[in-house]
């Protein structure tokens, strides 16, 4: 084997230096992203954990000094990501399977695939400007109804597009078998390709919910939040992130340690959902390997 | 042995079965919903913004002044904010997004692969309002203690741009659209992270292989020869963030000081379009003027979303074509 | 040997219409003992085509009941493209045509008076690759006579899934498991599953496209023993690729090149003395 010159012997170290550093540099940078969660968790947890008491459940918004806590905000809160997670998710669904299983390629597919990606990643804060317009103006005031609304407007792309994605994945094979069995374009999809999806859909959904239960600029401009105790839909309704955002820019202490108790409740059920709907999509993997 | 079914007369059934014809309907009407929704929240923002464009003309974009008291609207400065801290944003937010992405897909330990994947995506499920009060609570006074006067020291001797913008000359308040845009930074990390990772991960074998067979190191492979091939992808990646970011309401509106005026500073308070929308609603009677700028803003927000979002599937979508 | 049917053997002597080329010039050999009886379906003039690229050529051909029928030919030979016309698969292709008559039962189902479900019903079809439905194994068999509510009661599914899966050769293997995932078999199983589903619905014809080529000779074996069986009340119709499947298996062969039916006719003289050259030379394996 013929020698290497110095020249070239020095060129490979310093292409395997630039390698090293490179792959050095990268593994930073994965760790300055595991650094920032773990502030971000760090900072919550220590802030919210002394607040967290089970007046905080229990009570009501109330002013500083009167033991308030966050319960109509929590209440509210689940109130308006269910009933927006109800309508936007079957919604959603359908769009995903129209796309999937009828429009496939064709150009109106195309054009709602196209629409659905930019509603996606749409600012929040437009959809509930938008849906102040339509639904809080005319009706003549804010409430848990235009809330929940808006919520299902950013929940139905999500689903949408992951309904899309796991429908996709499913085996022509399947649909093959039910045709030749003699089943009908839509008792195909309801029989055999949806149950083999749902894992999937489920996953779908729960990433959409965990999504809107976090979002607060579309309530600004729907339901506005509440101090007081209301499951009225009709009227303002209470939400956590906004009763956070209320709380953490004021000046009293109280107001504050509670608004630290809610962001954490919040990321806490947050990234609870984020979890289950990764066991979500395991189980599908296991029903399809039997 | 034929039984009922085969012995049964074939009739010459309608072609069309009812449950497939509702089926199908159903469905197109769930598409035509989405549709309809993009177009009427162009059309809403559009008419409801119309006094403002009416009133202003084209100086609602190029004023810079804006003043409710007067009544003078002009959305530079919101439009300037938005588009410097999401820009910034993605400076800081791209190389640490991309070092991620590469470090999951090439050099990361496989053990280590699955939960640092999640980690990624757990900071993305973040809600923003969170990032709004660690920015507000953490970032901001750090920024204002430690950050800024070393930044003002340290770039004296950049000259000012006439006599109005200078640098990182400014008092050291720690908001500002330096913070707000580190905060913007650090909530799009993530998904440029995930979406670069994506790509790198749909690039086929078979190229990275020709390139290792050919003696390259692993940042060589990357650099000559996938990067190069998926590049639209990767600047996919990259408009996806930035359409992120221009929206971005409530991390923004706690460090961002908010104050509407053109910004003398890298550092200044200033607003976005997002934050004057988000802060100055409360006051916005229906039917006037002030609202009728909100919905102006919105609209021009819209369009501008619309067009980096479009840009940003047509490049991830050209590859994934071909 | 089996006794022969009552009704005339249908004679190779004259060539039928599906005979083309030069004749061999050896003498016609007797035909097999074992005669298949009347034609379930006739093939008229079937040209099928996928957009502008044309598959099939004038093919003419009668497939008798009581047998197995096999298609051969090299890949891409249009033996698939006919089998998916019999039960109107390829109306799920988009820019698919088939021109031509399909006769079954004196009825012309490749007409677009009549419903494809509707053949479907009547003309069952396994794939190349088993491909059970992600559910149980009773669910997998349930589906069709579900379905189409063959069954008015649970006992009767019952009854129902337990008489499929004996005709399939499976039932003493999976009774004990009826609700275990049908994926959890192994791939002869699976096969012999699929086969179950679509016997569950009584198809007066099954389909079978390479049904054997995903498994392994022993799985091979059995689905080949159960083929035998079934053939004696169903007409099996088969596409196979391998040649000394269709000697084993099927009664009638006919060989397929480019789109063209060339020569059909009882499997023993296909093989033994074929009259046109291309099958001769496909035969002792000069190509494909």
Redesign the interface.
């Known amino acids: 084997m013929k020698q290497l010159s110095p020249a070239t012997r020095a060129r490979y170290f310093r292409?395997?230096l630039?390698?090293r550093l490179?792959?050095g540099?990268?593994?930073?940078?994965?760790g300055?992203?595991?650094v920032?969660?773990g502030?971000?968790l760090w900072?919550?947890f220590s802030?919210g954990l002394g607040g967290l008491k089970l007046s905080v459940f229990t009570n009501s918004m109330a002013q500083p000094g009167a033991d308030g806590g966050l319960a109509n905000a929590i209440v509210g809160s689940l109130i308006q990501v269910g009933l927006g997670a109800m309508i936007g998710a079957p919604?959603g669904m359908?769009?995903g399977?129209?796309?999937s299983e009828?429009?496939k390629e064709s150009t109106?597919?195309s054009?709602?695939r196209?629409?659905?990606?930019?509603?996606l990643?749409?600012?929040?804060?437009?959809?509930g400007?938008?849906v102040y317009?339509?639904a809080v103006?005319p009706f003549g005031g804010f409430s848990g109804i235009a809330g929940s609304i808006s919520l299902a407007?950013i929940a139905?792309?999500i689903v949408?597009r992951t309904t899309e994605d796991i429908l996709r994945l499913v085996?022509q094979?399947?649909r093959?078998?039910?045709?030749?069995?003699?089943?009908?374009?839509?008792?195909v999809?309801r029989?055999?390709v949806l149950?083999?999806a749902f894992g999937g859909i489920l996953t779908g959904v729960l990433l959409a919910v965990?999504?809107i239960?976090?979002?607060?600029?579309p309530l600004?401009?729907t339901s506005l939040g509440n101090t007081n105790w209301s499951t009225d839909m009709t009227q303002p309704m209470a939400s956590l992130?906004i009763a956070?955002?209320r709380y953490?820019?004021s000046a009293y202490d109280e107001w504050v340690s509670l608004?630290?108790t809610g962001?954490m409740l919040?990321?806490v059920g947050?990234?609870v959902l984020?979890i289950l709907s990764?066991f979500s999509h395991a189980a599908v993997a296991g029903?399809?390997?039997? | 042995m034929s039984t009922p079914t085969a012995s049964r007369p074939m009739i010459g059934a309608r072609r069309m079965h009812v449950g497939d014809t509702a089926f199908r309907i159903s469905l197109h009407v769930a598409g035509a919903i989405v549709v309809i929704v993009l177009v009427s929240i162009l059309a809403i923002m559009f008419l409801g913004g119309r006094l403002a464009f009416e009133t202003f003309g084209l100086d609602f974009i190029w004023g810079s002044e804006w003043n409710p008291v007067t009544q003078v609207y002009g959305a530079l400065p919101a439009i300037t904010g938005t588009l410097v801290t999401a820009l910034l944003a993605l400076l800081i937010a791209w190389p640490i997004g991309f070092g991620i992405a590469f470090f999951l897909t090439e050099t990361c330990p496989s053990k280590l692969r699955g939960p640092l994947g999640v980690a990624i995506e757990l900071l993305a499920a973040v809600p923003s309002i969170v990032y709004g009060m660690w920015g507000f609570f953490v970032l901001a006074p750090f920024m204002s203690e430690y950050v800024q006067p070393w930044l003002t020291a340290t770039f004296i001797w950049i000259p000012p741009v006439g006599d109005s913008f200078f640098w990182f000359t400014a008092p050291p308040i720690g908001v500002g659209m330096l913070t707000a845009s580190l905060i913007l930074a650090i909530m799009i990390l993530p998904f440029i992270a995930a979406t670069t990772r994506d790509v790198l991960l749909s690039t086929p074998q078979l190229l990275k292989d020709g390139a290792y067979a050919m003696g390259a190191t692993r940042w060589e492979a990357l650099t000559g020869v996938v990067i190069p091939a998926v590049r639209g992808s990767l600047f996919g990646a990259v408009f996806l963030g930035l359409g992120r970011a221009l929206g971005e309401t409530m991390a923004v509106v706690f460090v961002i000081g908010n104050a509407i005026r053109m910004p003398d500073s890298l550092m200044a308070p200033s607003a976005t379009i997002a934050s004057v929308v988000a802060n100055s609603f409360p006051e916005a009677e229906p039917g006037t003027l002030d609202l009728a700028v909100l919905l102006g803003l919105g609209f021009i927000l819209f369009v501008v979303s619309f067009g980096v979002l479009a840009i940003a599937r047509l490049l991830l979508h050209q590859e994934r074509m071909s | 040997m089996a006794p022969m049917t009552q009704e005339a053997p249908k004679s190779t002597r004259e060539p039928t219409r599906s005979n083309r080329g030069v004749p061999m010039g050896a003498p016609l050999v007797a035909q097999s003992s074992i005669a298949p009886a009347a034609t379930r379906i006739a093939l008229q003039d079937i040209n099928a085509f996928y957009s502008e690229k044309q598959a099939l050529f004038d093919v003419n051909l009668e497939i008798p009941d009581n047998a197995v029928t096999a298609f051969i030919g090299a890949s891409g030979c249009g033996k698939s493209t006919l089998l998916r016309c019999l039960n109107r698969m390829n109306d799920t292709i988009p820019g698919a045509r088939v021109e031509g008559r399909i006769l079954m039962d004196g009825t012309d189902i490749n007409s677009a008076d009549i419903d494809p479900v509707q053949v479907r019903t009547r003309i069952g079809m396994v794939f190349q690759k088993p491909n059970p439905f992600p559910m149980s194994i009773y669910e997998n068999i349930a589906y069709g006579p579900r379905t189409h509510k063959l069954v008015s009661s649970k006992a009767d599914l019952d009854e129902l899934v337990e008489s499929s899966l004996r005709r399939a050769a499976l039932w003493d293997e999976v009774k004990d498991r009826l609700g275990k995932p049908g994926l959890g078999l192994s791939g002869g199983q699976q096969q012999r599953l699929v086969i179950a589903r679509a016997l569950a619905v009584s198809p007066a014809v099954i389909l079978m496209d390479e049904p054997c080529s995903a498994l392994d000779p022993i799985a091979t074996a059995h689905i080949e023993a159960l083929i035998d069986q079934l053939r004696k009340h169903t007409c099996i119709v088969i596409v196979t690729h391998s040649m000394a499947q269709a000697a084993r298996v099927s009664q009638i062969t006919g060989f397929f090149h480019m789109g063209k039916l060339i020569e059909s006719g009882p499997t023993d003289q296909i093989f033994t003395m074929p009259k046109v050259e291309q099958t001769q030379d496909y035969i002792t394996g000069r190509f494909g």
Do not use: H
């Open positions: 292409r395997q630039v390698d490179m792959g540099l990268c593994m930073l940078a994965a300055i992203g595991l920032l969660l502030l971000i900072m919550l802030n919604l359908m769009v399977v129209y796309l009828v429009g109106f597919a054009v709602v196209f629409v659905n990606d930019i509603l990643s749409a600012p929040s804060v437009l959809i400007l938008f317009q339509i103006e407007l139905m792309p949408a085996p094979a399947y093959d078998g039910a045709v030749a069995l003699g089943s009908r374009e839509n008792e999809v029989k055999v149950p083999a965990a999504r239960a976090g979002e607060t600029a600004l401009f992130p956070i955002y953490a820019g608004a630290w962001a919040i990321t947050v990234l984020n990764r029903k399809t390997e039997g």
